[in-house]
Structures are given as structure tokens and as C-alpha cells.
């Protein structure tokens, strides 16, 4: 199985929200290869600039190496930025929900896990909530 991880499922680990455990949990299942990883390079910067804004550059490098190897990582092509333009205008949705949900699709992924309940209903792809 393959999953693509939206920015929200990472920052429920870091700030221990109230799903915390339910994303650890995914999170475990990933970085042990029982199901395959998928996040959007946007999903990265957006981890990472929680990180440097607190000053917290040893997690920084931490999340950047184990996304490293542990996700594939999807960086932003022709066909990704093609894909993301059609569902920003078809679904109108902010440029990095699209660029994220791009990735998702086109990377093949089964499932898109997120706790954004309004990119959810405005989304014609699998998802987990």
C-alpha cells in the first residue's frame, strides 16, 4: 500500500495533538516499510519552517534524513505543476493543498492522509481522516 502524508498528519506528532498517536502510528508503519511513504516536497518545507521558526535545528535535520529515507519524496516537475494548476482552478484550493494533492495522484498513492476536513470534501481522491 501506498500513502502520501499531508503537512498536518507530521506537525499532530510534533505538537502531540490530540491524534497524535493515530499519526505516530502511521508514521511507524511507514518507517518500518510496512506500507510505503509518499510526501510532497511542499509537505517538507512546510515541517521545516516549524522547526527554524523555533529554533529547533537539530529536529529540523532529524525530519529531513529520516524523510530521506524513509519517504519518497516528491519534488514539484512539469506534470506535477501541470496536474496541481488544473486542481487549484477545478477544486479552488490553495496552491500547496494542490501541489500536495498533485503528488498524491501522481505518484500513485492509494490514500491521501490528512485531518483537513475541508481539502477532504473538495477532493476527489481515497482518503483517511
Known amino acids: 500500500m501506498r500513502v502520501c502524508l499531508d503537512t498536518n498528519v507530521f506537525l499532530s506528532v510534533k505538537n502531540k495533538e ?3 498517536e493515530y499519526c505516530e502510528k502511521i508514521i511507524n508503519f ?3 516499510n510496512h506500507i510505503d511513504g509518499v510526501l510532497s516536497t511542499i509537505v517538507l518545507i512546510e515541517v521545516l519552517v516549524g522547526f527554524y521558526q523555533n529554533s529547533e535545528n537539530y529536529e529540523a535535520d532529524r ?5 530521506a529515507l524513509n519517504f519518497d519524496v516528491i519534488t514539484v516537475n ?3 505543476a501541470q ?10 484550493i490553495k ?6 494533492s498533485a503528488s498524491t ?11 483537513d476536513k475541508t481539502l477532504l470534501k473538495k477532493l476527489d481522491i481515497k482518503k483517511i481522516t
Do not use: G, M, Y
Open 18 to 20: 490530540d491524534d497524535h
Open 30 to 32: 511507514i518507517e518500518s
Open 63 to 67: 525530519f529531513s534524513s529520516n524523510a
Open 78 to 80: 512539469f506534470e506535477i
Open 83 to 92: 496536474k496541481a494548476a488544473q486542481l487549484r482552478v477545478q477544486h479552488n
Open 95 to 100: 496552491l500547496p493543498d494542490a501541489i500536495i
Open 105 to 115: 495522484i501522481i505518484s500513485k498513492s492509494e490514500f491521501f492522509i490528512t485531518n
